[in-house]
């Protein structure tokens, strides 16, 4: 069930509890209850750039071609 939208640039994503199943537990850990917001595509890309800011000790993280399968990641406001 892909989803063939463009997000915007700005839109605030996190990672549903079914992906972080199927990740690491080091990577569920980082990423868990993380929000990112899309800054972009890569050039010809259908799948945005996802930065979700450093928390705590957890630093930075940047993640290219985010699959946007609704199952995997959910949309937490729209970009104004």
């Known amino acids: ?7 915007e640039k700005g839109q605030l994503v996190r990672f549903t509890e079914a992906y972080l199943e199927r990740v690491s537990a080091a990577d569920a850990k980082r990423l868990k ?7 972009g595509y890569r ?3 259908t799948l945005p750039i996802v930065v979700f800011p450093k928390i705590s000790r957890f630093a930075e993280i940047r993640m290219v071609e985010v699959d946007t399968d609704p199952r995997w990641l959910e949309l937490i406001q729209k970009s104004t």
């Open 1 to 7: 069930m892909k989803n063939t939208k463009k997000l």
């Open 43 to 45: 050039l010809g890309a």
């Open 33 to 39: 209850g993380r929000i990112g917001a899309v800054t």
